[in-house]
T-cell receptor, first 114, second 111 residues
Framework: AQSVTQLDSQVPVFEEAPVELRCNYSSSVSVYLFWYVQYPNQGLQLLLK??????LVKGINGFEAEFNKSQTSFHLRKPSVHISDTAEYFCAVSGSLGTYKYIFGTGTRLKVLA | SQTIHQWPATLVQPVGSPLSLECTVEGTSNPNLYWYRQAAGRGLQLLFYSVGIGQISSEVPQNLSASRPQDRQFILSSKKLLLSDSGFYLC??????????FGEGSRLTVL
């Protein structure tokens, strides 16, 4: 079984500052990892994914994440945030072999301040 | 391209009334299908998933049920709603290996 921990429920940051949203996972098998963004009253949109290959993954809107197997982490980063990045961000994990469940963290609310 | 449609977008129902939320996927065949519920501050809770017609796996025993009458149709139901069923329900689909694609969600308020 897999689990995901997002330690920060809220992260305030000033516009044009860098940000890191933390995600740690637990799994006994190889995993796929994902970051999603959710704007109010909408579904979730994929930011980026790690399936295999390079551990540094680049996504949409200037976000990137690094898969660290030894630390079981998949932290999301952006070097310079905009007001429009204010949203809720979810980390998710699924098993890479023959499992169908996607497990989500509790989310991190990013608030970008002017 | 693939699309996912979910309806209704908003629903207000009295306690004890039935529920039916519907989700359809277009542009792909034999998708894996999912229902999640999102309560405030609690992230996404996986309710049901399906890997084929008539195959439903339940993750949380509760007042809800799911059915997959056709390959690309997934329905979430309840015979009698509880106050605790209020929330934001999200349908999603995935290919055999890859990411989830979400619908726009259905907000259910049980009064």
């Amino acid at each position: 079984a897999q689990s995901v921990t997002q330690l920060d429920s809220q992260v305030p940051v000033f516009e044009e500052a860098p940000v890191e949203l933390r995600c740690n996972y637990s799994s006994s098998v190889s995993v796929y990892l994902f970051w999603y963004v959710q704007y109010p009253n909408q579904g979730l949109q994929l930011l980026l994914k790690y399936l295999s290959g390079s551990t540094l993954v680049k996504g949409i809107n200037g976000f990137e994440a690094e898969f660290n197997k030894s630390q079981t982490s998949f932290h999301l980063r952006k070097p310079s945030v905009h007001i429009s990045d204010t949203a809720e961000y979810f980390c998710a994990v699924s098993g890479s072999l023959g499992t169908y469940k996607y497990i989500f963290g509790t989310g991190t609310r990013l608030k970008v301040l002017a | 391209s693939q699309t996912i449609h979910q309806w209704p977008a908003t629903l207000v129902q009295p306690v004890g009334s039935p529920l039916s939320l519907e989700c359809t996927v277009e542009g792909t065949s034999n998708p894996n299908l999912y229902w999640y519920r999102q309560a405030a501050g609690r992230g996404l809770q996986l309710l049901f998933y399906s890997v084929g017609i008539g195959q439903i796996s339940s993750e949380v025993p509760q007042n809800l049920s799911a059915s997959r009458p056709q390959d690309r149709q997934f329905i979430l139901s309840s015979k009698k709603l509880l106050l605790s069923d209020s929330g934001f329900y999200l349908c999603a689909w995935s290919p055999p290996a890859g990411e989830l694609f979400f619908g726009e969600g259905s907000r259910l308020t049980v009064l």
